[in-house]
């Protein structure tokens, strides 16, 4: 009894930290289903702007972040480690809750993952978020080393393309969690996530070879991911690569 309790504590701490939410806190009154082959452009827009907006956002962002750590640095009255700490609450921001510089709906929940058929294989549900917390850290901890690296800069290559990275999840996330897009989430998440946390990974290792080494985690990690993904589709019909037209029905 006590390891049940336990068990569901340490669920609900997690969901809460990553804002995950749980069955009972989803809008479920309505629900989307593919009727046609036809491929959704409006979608496929949306989806390329509300990624586009978001990754602009998150670079005025680390502007101003920029801008408020010269001012700290260059100003005696402020201890030397106060522009470190408020970098990392600023990069732990952005790795846990990225989504709110996000124009899509990015609402994380289980819905997807608890009603599509899974491999034998697949990590448990409470896996993920755990996961993600780990990388989260990984990340802040890689982050911050490429940042002092680059003399406390966040308008660099390297930060930029982590912006990258976390918009191109989001989005996913909008494909696959929301919208339960199976087919079209196989390709983006092998050209996003997966591709661009490689790309991050290498130039973080060039920088600093330390953060590198930190953040490569979240590449075994995301390749997990891509093939869990890709058997998903598989085991879920198989529906096309792309995002079909969606029909909104009433329940």
Same mark, same amino acid.
């Given at each position: 009894?006590?390891k049940?309790?336990?068990t569901g504590?340490?669920?609900?701490?997690?969901?809460?930290?990553m804002g995950?939410?749980?069955?009972?806190?989803?809008?479920?009154?309505n629900?989307?289903?593919?009727?046609t082959?036809?491929l959704?452009i409006?979608?496929v827009?949306?989806?390329?702007?509300?990624?586009?907006?978001?990754?602009l956002?998150?670079?005025?962002?680390l502007?101003f972040?920029?801008?408020?750590?010269?001012?700290i640095?260059n100003?005696?009255?402020?201890?030397n480690?106060?522009s470190?700490i408020?970098?990392g609450?600023?990069?732990a921001l952005?790795?846990?809750?990225?989504?709110?510089?996000s124009?899509?709906?990015n609402?994380?929940s289980r819905?997807?993952?608890?009603?599509?058929i899974?491999?034998?294989?697949?990590?448990?549900?409470?896996?993920f978020?755990?996961?993600?917390?780990?990388?989260?850290?990984l990340r802040?901890?890689?982050?911050?080393?490429?940042?002092?690296q680059?003399?406390?800069?966040?308008?660099?290559l390297?930060?930029?393309?982590?912006?990258?990275?976390?918009a191109l999840g989001?989005?996913?996330n909008?494909?696959f969690?929301?919208e339960?897009?199976l #087919?079209a989430a196989v390709?983006?998440?092998i050209?996003?996530p997966? !591709?661009s &946390? /490689?790309? =991050?990974?290498? *130039?973080y290792?060039?920088t600093?070879?330390?953060? #590198?080494?930190?953040?490569?985690f979240?590449?075994?990690?995301?390749t !997990?991911? &891509? /093939?869990? =993904?890709?058997? *998903?589709w598989?085991?879920?019909?198989?529906?096309?690569l792309?995002?079909?037209?969606?029909t909104?029905?009433?329940?």
């Amino acid at each position: 009894m006590n390891k049940s309790n336990n068990t569901g504590i340490l669920e609900k701490l997690v969901n809460t930290v990553m804002g995950v939410k749980s069955l009972n806190q989803q809008r479920s009154s309505n629900t989307l289903i593919a009727t046609t082959q036809e491929l959704d452009i409006r979608a496929v827009l949306v989806y390329t702007l509300g990624t586009i907006l978001q990754i602009l956002v998150m670079i005025v962002v680390l502007l101003f972040m920029e801008k408020l750590v010269m001012l700290i640095d260059n100003n005696s009255y402020f201890p030397n480690w106060l522009s470190t700490i408020l970098t990392g609450l600023f990069l732990a921001l952005l790795s846990i809750r990225s989504r709110i510089f996000s124009l899509l709906d990015n609402t994380r929940s289980r819905q997807t993952y608890d009603q599509v058929i899974r491999p034998r294989w697949s990590p448990p549900p409470l896996a993920f978020p755990i996961v993600w917390m780990i990388i989260a850290v990984l990340r802040v901890i890689s982050s911050v080393l490429v940042w002092q690296q680059m003399n406390h800069q966040f308008l660099v290559l390297p930060l930029i393309l982590f912006v990258v990275h976390l918009a191109l999840g989001d989005t996913w996330n909008t494909i696959f969690t929301v919208e339960r897009r199976l #087919g079209a989430a196989v390709p983006v998440v092998i050209l996003g996530p997966w !591709l661009s &946390a /490689v790309m =991050v990974t290498a *130039i973080y290792w060039r920088t600093n070879y330390v953060a #590198g080494m930190t953040l490569s985690f979240s590449c075994v990690w995301l390749t !997990l991911a &891509a /093939v869990l =993904v890709f058997r *998903i589709w598989q085991l879920n019909g198989s529906e096309p690569l792309y995002p079909l037209k969606l029909t909104l029905l009433e329940k």
